[in-house]
């Protein structure tokens, strides 16, 4: 492995521990904390948790018109400090300004417009909790991507562990000590966010020293407005399947999926770090036609991500009959799905990636806007039907399809980096292994543990992970230089 192969490499491993910890590590450690939430929380009260989320993601969406990915994008295409200062600076004005706009509107017609939108979830005192946690947490969303475009990684991970810890810490005791149930939970949400504030406002504050502009606050806006058919076609197929239950069936099967998909995200987890990371670093070997370099990346990151999904999607079922209340059990038949829905979303990433440096964000808007309509129809016919397991179904077809049309649209620029097709084999694999787990559940009973079964499941992970290295996905020597290179670091770090 070449040396600059070798350092974006590490850099990319680094640079994903950090970001995962700064932007995922809330469900990280709402996952490692799952035994104790479903034992005091109600599948109803999770689905109340979740539509809380989602209307937080939703109003960030909306305040986020694509700006944040011109910035990251513009950031590379200059040099001269002052101009990136500017960026930086302007954004951070645009989101303390543009955040108070759902807080006034919602104060004045939010009973209204909740009573319109939701079947059995009223503004008061939720939705008017979610719409307060939105203003809180988007000034950090500007210092995440400053630490990011800087490779401060280790100061941001600091930062949002303290907040993290004192955050959990609290959310635990609301809801265990003082048995505030859904309510608990989501005021738990709060001390993490407010801590984050300041620590934002002042990084970002000494980073620009002030500096900024309206006039370059509107070119961002501009710039990224193409985005914006992507991200709130994205957020459809994240958030619709709540929303979508809560209209066509109940709260209690808002909670299910929303169970189901905590599971289903945690190979997400990674790959929202590594998404933070992904652009920069193959914008920068993009310009210096550093193609051997992006080429083991895909590699890495497909081999990766495969092995992550198979170990979830593999040992899902036992995970949730161990770990989980048994009223959460009807969640294991259709979380599969939407881990297969999850494999193709960090699929994605690496097409959108290309058309992102080609400026070709309407492309990429266009395939998520079709991915999300297919997934609303899909939806209104089979929840009514199938419930939560039509709309799992739905979120592993559409995102199929965006994925499908996005490597079509780039596989002869594919082509040029790869040489070859064989980061084609993962994916057959991976679905291959999908269809054998699937056919397990007939028989296997999906409530009860199996020794047989599990020892089945470890026969296919081992063997998946013998062809990624036959198939030179992965190569010994370069886990062996990794490896080498992480371990003299931190040798040096404890010694000095």
Request: net charge positive.
């Given at each position: 492995m070449i040396s600059?192969?070798?350092?974006?490499?590490?850099?990319?491993?680094?640079?994903?521990?950090a970001s995962t910890a700064v932007t995922s590590a809330t469900q990280i450690i709402g996952i490692i904390l799952l035994p104790v939430f479903t034992y005091y929380l109600t599948p109803e009260d999770y689905g109340i948790v979740s539509i809380v989320s989602m209307i937080v993601l939703v109003?960030?969406?909306?305040?986020?018109?694509?700006?944040?990915?011109?910035?990251?994008?513009?950031?590379?295409?200059?040099?001269?400090?002052?101009?990136r200062k500017l960026l930086i600076?302007?954004?951070?004005?645009?989101?303390?300004?543009?955040?108070?706009?759902?807080?006034?509107?919602?104060?004045?017609?939010?009973?209204?417009?909740?009573?319109?939108?939701?079947?059995?979830?009223?503004?008061?005192?939720?939705?008017?909790?979610?719409?307060?946690?939105?203003?809180?947490?988007?000034?950090a969303r500007i210092w995440i991507t400053l630490m990011n475009l800087q490779y401060k990684f280790h100061q941001a991970a600091i930062y949002n562990g303290i907040s993290l810890i004192i955050g959990i810490a609290v959310s635990v005791i609301l809801v265990v000590y003082f048995e505030m149930g859904a309510m608990g939970k989501v005021l738990g949400m709060f001390p993490s966010a407010i801590i984050l504030v300041f620590i934002s406002l002042v990084t970002v504050h000494r980073y620009t020293k002030g500096i900024w502009s309206f006039q370059n606050i509107k070119k961002q806006f501009l710039f990224g407005l193409p985005i914006l058919g992507l991200l709130w076609s994205t957020q459809i197929l994240e958030l619709g399947g709540a929303y979508m239950l809560e209209r066509f069936?109940?709260?209690?099967?808002?909670?299910?999926?929303?169970?189901?998909?905590?599971?289903?995200q945690l190979p997400l987890i990674l790959i929202n770090g590594l998404r933070q990371m992904w652009d920069p670093i193959i914008y920068e070997n993009m310009n210096k036609k550093a193609y051997h370099t992006i080429n083991k990346l895909i590699y890495?990151?497909?081999?990766?991500?495969?092995?992550?999904?198979?170990?979830?999607?593999?040992?899902?079922?036992?995970?949730?009959?161990?770990?989980v209340n048994q009223r959460y059990y009807d969640a294991i038949p259709f979380v599969g799905f939407l881990i297969m829905g999850v494999y193709f979303n960090g699929l994605i990433t690496l097409s959108n990636s290309i058309l992102g440096y080609k400026n070709k964000f309407g492309t990429i808007s266009k395939f998520a806007l079709i991915g999300s309509i297919v997934f609303v129809f899909m939806c209104i016919f089979l929840i009514p039907k199938f419930g939560a397991l039509g709309a799992a179904i739905s979120y592993a077809i559409s995102y199929f399809i965006f994925f499908i049309l996005g490597v079509w649209n780039q596989r002869e620029t594919i082509i040029i980096i790869t040489q070859s097709l064989k980061g084609l084999i993962p994916i057959f694999l991976v679905i291959f292994i999908f269809s054998i787990n699937y056919i397990f559940s007939f028989y296997f009973d999906v409530k009860e543990l199996s020794l047989v079964e599990i020892i089945l499941k470890l026969t296919l992970l081992i063997i998946t992970i013998i062809l990624l290295f036959y198939l030179k996905i992965f190569e010994k020597n370069d886990f062996i230089d990794t490896y080498r290179i992480i371990f003299n670091k931190l040798k040096k770090t404890f010694i000095s």
């Open positions: 600059n192969t070798k350092k974006f490499a590490l850099l990319l491993f680094k640079g994903t521990v109003l960030s969406h909306i305040t986020n018109p694509g700006i944040l990915t011109a910035t990251n994008r513009l950031y590379h295409d200059t040099e001269d400090i002052n101009e600076g302007s954004t951070n004005v645009y989101f303390l300004l543009v955040a108070l706009i759902p807080v006034i509107i919602c104060l004045i017609f939010g009973p209204k417009l909740f009573s319109w939108i939701f079947k059995d979830f009223s503004f008061y005192p939720y939705g008017f909790l979610a719409v307060l946690l939105t203003l809180v947490r988007q000034p069936s109940n709260m209690k099967s808002v909670g299910l999926f929303a169970l189901a998909m905590s599971l289903a890495y990151f497909i081999g990766i991500l495969t092995i992550i999904i198979l170990g979830v999607l593999l040992f899902s079922k036992e995970a949730i009959l161990i770990i």
